[in-house]
């Protein structure tokens, strides 16, 4: 069982930067692969971002990349999630999420999920 805690989440103008943290608990963080997903206002949730279990393999999403940055501290059990430029079109909820399953690959697909956090709220202002 794993469970993740997101902080980090507010208010800020486009242009911004931001650095959302998920707290994992449980002794099996470092086996996971660790991604964040979004949620905008009347939109499905969408993949944003993972790292695969060892930190060797990151995938990005379009929208982000060269703006996001993702690392992990396995010895901390923390996730981040550094976000730069941002972007009116980045507000969203966003979520931290462990991978079901092992193996040292970076999983993009939401199913592949068994864990999430609770969700952290970014605005950015135009």
């Known amino acids: 069982q794993v469970q993740l805690v997101e902080s980090g989440g507010g208010l800020v103008q486009a242009g911004d930067s931001l650095r959302l943290s998920c707290a994992a608990s449980?002794?099996?963080?470092?086996?996971?692969?660790m991604a964040w997903f979004h949620q905008a206002p009347g939109k499905e949730r969408e993949f944003v971002v993972v790292i695969s279990r060892s930190g060797g393999s990151t995938v990005f999403a379009d929208s982000v990349k060269g703006r996001f940055t993702i690392f992990r501290d396995n010895t901390k059990n923390m996730l981040y999630l550094q976000m730069t430029n941002l972007k009116p079109e980045d507000t969203a909820v966003y979520y931290c999420a462990a991978s079901g399953s092992g193996g040292d690959y970076a999983l993009i697909n939401e199913y592949e999920y068994a864990y999430w956090g609770q969700g952290t709220q970014v605005t950015v202002s135009s």
């Open positions: 449980g002794r099996t963080f470092s086996s996971r692969a």
